[in-house]
T-cell receptor, first 114, second 114 residues
Framework: EPEVTQTPSHQVTQMGQEVILRCVPI?????FYWYRQILGQKVEFLVS????????KSEIFDDQFSVERPDGSNFTLKIRSTKLEDSAMYFC????????????FGQGTRLTVV | AQSVAQPEDQVNVAEGNPLTVKCTYS??????LFWYVQYPNRGLQFLLK??????LVKGSYGFEAEFNKSQTSFHLKKPSALVSDSALYFC????????????FGDGTTLTVKP
């Protein structure tokens, strides 16, 4: 069964450093998302991406964040200057076109900012 | 704005007993509702969805959910719980825009005891 894959599974970075989280969505999916989950808390929407542009972003997704689809398969989330409060599990998701389709989530990248 | 409430942080049931995990929602218009399950250190796995039609929706692993429009609820149920069902369960509502971001509840930890 096709799945969304994310790398790395765990990233430790120093405060102020840039990180790039990588995702390979399911190949025939056209909508892409990033969500985050701070340990033990709810899953929060960050950004949605369609047709090579951001469709919607939350207030969390400030100027420190950016997304890119550099080629036909990868979907990346960049945090330019990490803060301690960026420590969380970051989930990538994708879904097919169509109103009724469900999103499929990757296993997540645990980002730890020290 | 859409929102989801899961009123119980924790649900404990004995193996073999029926289980219910509660969810209520608030949206304008007709809702798209989803249940996801998260096992420790794993991503979110899709369980089932309600789009339209029958109020009782059947999903993976023997789970089902009952949509009740008048009570704005979408409770997750299973007739006979298994120890392996122990996990964190999230209810989500998705908006009807093309971006289709999901808003998640806070999650309910289900513990099934032998």
């Amino acid at each position: 069964e096709p799945e969304v894959t994310q790398t790395p599974s765990h990233q430790v970075t120093q405060m102020g450093q840039e990180v790039i989280l990588r995702c390979v969505p399911i190949s025939n999916h056209l909508y892409f998302y990033w969500y985050r989950q701070i340990l033990g808390q709810k899953v929060e929407f960050l950004v949605s991406f369609y047709n090579n542009e951001i469709s919607e972003k939350s207030e969390i997704f400030d100027d420190q964040f950016s997304v890119e689809r550099p080629d036909g398969s990868n979907f990346t989330l960049k945090i330019r200057s990490t803060k301690l409060e960026d420590s969380a599990m970051y989930f990538c998701a994708s879904r097919k076109t169509g109103q009724y389709t469900e999103a499929f989530f990757g296993q997540g990248t645990r980002l730890t900012v020290v | 704005a859409q929102s989801v409430a899961q009123p119980e942080d924790q649900v404990n049931v004995a193996e073999g007993n029926p289980l219910t995990v509660k969810c209520t929602y608030s949206v304008s218009g007709n809702p798209y509702l989803f249940w996801y399950v998260q096992y420790p250190n794993r991503g979110l796995q899709f369980l089932l969805k309600y789009i339209t039609g029958d109020n009782l929706v059947k999903g993976s692993y023997g789970f089902e959910a009952e949509f009740n429009k008048s009570q704005t609820s979408f409770h997750l149920k299973k007739p006979s719980a298994l120890v392996s069902d122990s996990a964190l369960y999230f209810c989500a509502v998705r908006d009807r825009t093309n971006a289709g971001k999901s808003t998640f509840g806070d999650g309910t930890t289900l513990t099934v005891k032998p």
